[in-house]
């Protein structure tokens, strides 16, 4: 029992001491314009979208949660009902009843009209989230283990590695395992074409406001895109078992103004200059 | 006659060789039976360290992520190959189909034997694999290239394949005798549309077995072959493809799961219909239910792929046919439902776990209808919310169906009854402890935790914490399980022949309990159906 109460009272401090920085974070919108996506504490529901794919995935969710939760209230409301009425004591002589066609076609013609009021927004929204119109620029994603190369190739095909700032070198404030050294900087508002492949393993890269989780499979270069429509940094984690430090590669994505993004642009051309990866991927390129 | 006097000699060997050599579908189901709850405790116990390893943020004592990775991959193949599969098939299939459909053994008897023998061979090696070079730790998925020779350079994949490969082939040998028994060897006048629900689910599992697990098998020899002979099936860099071997496992795998859950609907509506005192509600529609799910189960395999990158008519083209099995569950839910209605119910253990199931299984199956869309997908695959939702559908559902069963046939099987007091108490400590572990890991995956990380950024400790205690008292539910067992086996207390009273009325409870070594010796008269 006491070692209970320690360990409760030990996460109790260890939540009250992420209550000043999650206060600063909530607040952090009205002072800034910027913002950060991720977990919270106690969390249930999605992190806030960013992209329009994720507010539709968020609207169609929200109809299949509640048609779902009503059928899970229903079967409870049912079963709590059998429990008061249909037990030995309250109802001592059993019916016979075997069969109701009514029911039994009701029953099976129920469920598929939901399921049809469901598929159709669902087809809806996998048809818009497939490809991006007029992709303005691109982004080439590739999974190592375990870390993430980013390259710009319609902007000076440079890349650079991204990896996770290990705990002993996380500063107060920062998250802990979604914190990375080099940052991906994106323009706001721009619909970007992203393109995803992984050197060795399968890897995954998943930013959960963006609504965006692609497998990187070596060989097969994937497609997805993206339009970010708020500044901020997002978070997101490899969702894909990659190897012993598969917990360990972050995702972050810095989201800038497209003059900011210009900016950034010109000084990470100067300090990332091409390396010699960028011909182990072009010949990955040429393969495919 | 005087063969009748010779009828009733018992040939039982003693000792380990009643065992070791049986070929009695009792003795044989008892042993799956024992194998399964062996099992569980190494599963289980794999289960209880990777709880205790998430409890807080950090890490907290398994200091080798790779052994965390080892015990992901365990706890998967233990739970499904060596836990649900032989208690489900090969104990309550070996010991009640002969039982149920009035025939004094299986079709194969040796055939049985070799089946059992290989499934205990497999658990070995699989244990061995755990330990053996690092372990494999490639999730129970074994996606190449992480399970391929660069990245798992030990013997340990290797071993895992030859466990599966030997687990598969028990279940290749059992599904053949299973079908052989029950389309030849029913009691005259069962005809098909006259069998009990379970031995309907069991024909139905066992030709699941035989269509899908040879697909495994062959893509366990693809992989197996290029770890060891240069070939390159699933090798980006030899021609070969990782999306293969997906596209291999799952049309096994999706199968697979409706092999862990279509005994279960055998079970629960065998114990509801006797607990209602009532016949089964719908009984075609409910036989037809689990063959469509069956039928449907070979085509919806790649819903569990849609982040790999198909094109996007696959996807839909998935999409659709998965939901399309919503259909035929909430037809067996409702009938279920249905079948209580207006009945006399008694709420021993067996009907408590039964409710117990049907509710985790409509909690579990509405999340798979979410997780059926491939556009929402993306917000969820490989996230909590896929581990709440197929532990809510399949791995307490079946383990629910598992202690149903039990409860509901120990007595045929031990002629003890268990204390009834002591069962409720399980069911209740259970039901508690699992909804505390997997629910709250609906919301951790919403927010978007990933699955089989070793270590979570620190927001998600609030939910990791209740379902670490969810999982510890689940833990207390299944000791207390063994408890139940030690009281039952060591009491007095004698079950009868029917100890479930009138709405038992399948074949098993007309024999003495416990079983007699041979049952059905001489075939039971089955009333021919009423001319209509």
């Known amino acids: 029992m006491k070692k209970n109460s320690d360990l409760l009272s030990k996460l109790l401090q260890k939540f009250s001491s992420m209550l000043p920085w999650s206060v600063a974070l909530i607040c952090m919108p009205l002072i800034q314009t910027s913002y950060a996506s991720e977990p919270q504490p106690w969390q249930w529901n999605f992190q806030p979208p960013a992209t329009p794919v994720m507010e539709q995935i968020i609207d169609f969710h929200n109809l299949m949660f509640f048609v779902e939760v009503g059928i899970v209230l229903l079967v409870l409301g049912l079963m709590v009902y059998i429990v008061v009425k249909f037990n030995s004591k309250a109802n001592p002589k059993p019916t016979k009843t075997t069969h109701n066609t009514t029911l039994e076609v009701l029953w099976t013609v129920i469920p598929i009209v939901i399921l049809i009021i469901f598929a159709v927004p669902s087809m809806k929204l996998l048809f818009f989230m497939e490809k991006a119109q007029n992709p303005e620029m691109t982004l080439k994603v590739t999974g190592n283990q375990w870390y993430w190369s980013y390259q710009y190739p319609d902007n000076g095909n440079f890349e650079f590695d991204s990896n996770i700032i290990p705990d002993e070198d996380i500063k107060p404030g920062q998250r802990r395992l979604l914190e990375v050294d080099n940052q991906v900087v994106l323009p706001v508002n721009t619909e970007i074409k992203v393109l995803l492949t992984a050197r060795d393993v399968m890897h995954n890269w998943a930013v959960p406001a963006f609504g965006i989780k692609i497998d990187t499979i070596p060989g097969r270069i994937n497609e997805t895109w993206m339009k970010v429509t708020k500044i901020g940094t997002y978070y997101g984690q490899c969702s894909e078992l990659c190897g012993v430090a598969h917990s360990r590669m972050p995702i972050s994505v810095k989201v800038v103004s497209k003059e900011d993004f210009k900016k950034w642009l010109k000084k990470a051309k100067s300090e990332f200059a091409s390396s010699d990866n960028n011909k182990m991927l072009k010949l990955a390129q040429l393969k495919k | ?532």
Request: no cysteine; glycine share 10%; proline share 5%.
């Open chain 2, 1 to 532: 006659m005087s063969n009748i006097t010779h009828d009733h000699h018992d040939h039982r060997p003693s000792g380990w060789k009643r065992w070791a050599y049986s070929t009695n579908h009792k003795d044989i189901g008892t042993m799956y039976l024992v194998l399964s709850m062996f099992a569980a405790i190494i599963g289980g116990a794999a289960s209880m360290l990777m709880r205790a390893e998430l409890h807080e943020p950090g890490i907290q004592f398994i200091t080798d992520p790779q052994f965390y990775n080892v015990l992901v991959t365990a706890h998967g193949f233990i739970m499904v190959f060596f836990v649900v599969m032989p208690a489900l098939i090969g104990g309550f299939g070996n010991w009640f189909i002969p039982l149920m459909i009035g025939t004094p053994d299986m079709a194969f008897p040796r055939m049985n034997n070799v089946s059992f023998w290989l499934v205990a061979a497999a658990l070995i090696l699989l244990v061995i694999a755990g330990f053996i070079d690092g372990g494999a730790g490639t999730g129970w998925t074994v996606y190449p290239p992480l399970s391929s020779a660069d990245y798992h350079p030990g013997m340990a994949v290797d071993f895992g394949i030859l466990a599966l490969h030997l687990a598969g082939a028990s279940s290749i040998l059992g599904a053949i005798n299973f079908i052989t028994t029950i389309i030849n060897m029913r009691a005259p006048g069962m005809t098909f549309h006259r069998m009990p629900l379970f031995i309907w689910a069991m024909l139905l599992t066992a030709f699941l077995l035989l269509l899908a697990i040879p697909v495994l098998a062959g893509a366990l020899t693809m992989l197996l072959t290029d770890r060891n002979f240069g070939t390159a099936f699933f090798a980006p860099d030899g021609g070969g493809d990782p999306v293969l071997w997906q596209h291999l496992f799952w049309f096994f795998g999706h199968p697979e799961v409706y092999i862990m859950i279509l005994p279960a609907f055998g079970i629960i509506s065998e114990i509801v219909s006797t607990f209602s005192k009532k016949p089964i509600f719908g009984y075609l529609g409910m036989a037809y239910a689990m063959t469509s799910i069956g039928v449907v189960g070979f085509v919806v395999w790649a819903h569990h792929m849609y982040t790999m990158g198909f094109n996007v008519e696959t996807r839909a083209y998935f999409t659709l046919a998965t939901m399309v099995i919503a259909v035929p569950t909430g037809i067996k839910i409702f009938s279920w439902l249905a079948t209580m209605w207006g009945g006399s119910i008694k709420f021993d253990t067996p009907m408590l776990y039964s409710m117990g199931f049907i509710f985790l299984f409509v909690v579990g199956g509405v999340t798979g209808v979410t997780l059926a869309n491939a556009g929402v997908d993306m917000a969820f695959h490989d996230t909590y919310f896929v581990v709440a939702h197929f532990h809510y559908v399949l791995s307490i559902s079946a383990l629910f169906s598992m202690y149903a069963g039990f409860y509901y046939w120990f007595g045929k099987m031990s002629g003890k009854r268990y204390p009834e007091w002591l069962g409720r108490l399980q069911f209740w400590v259970t039901f508690v402890g699992v909804n505390l572990l997997f629910f709250p890991q609906h919301f951790a995956g919403m927010a978007g935790m990933p699955r089989r990380i070793i270590d979570y950024p620190d927001a998600y400790a609030g939910w990791n914490m209740i379902s670490s205690w969810g999982a510890y008292i689940s833990a207390v539910g299944g000791i207390l399980f063994f408890v139940v067992l030690y009281k039952t086996l060591t009491s007095n207390v004698k079950a009868e022949a029917n100890e479930w009273g009138v709405g038992a009325t399948t074949l098993e409870w007309t024999v003495d309990s416990p079983a007699p070594f041979h049952t059905h010796e001489v075939t039971p008269n089955i009333i021919p159906e009423p001319a209509e």
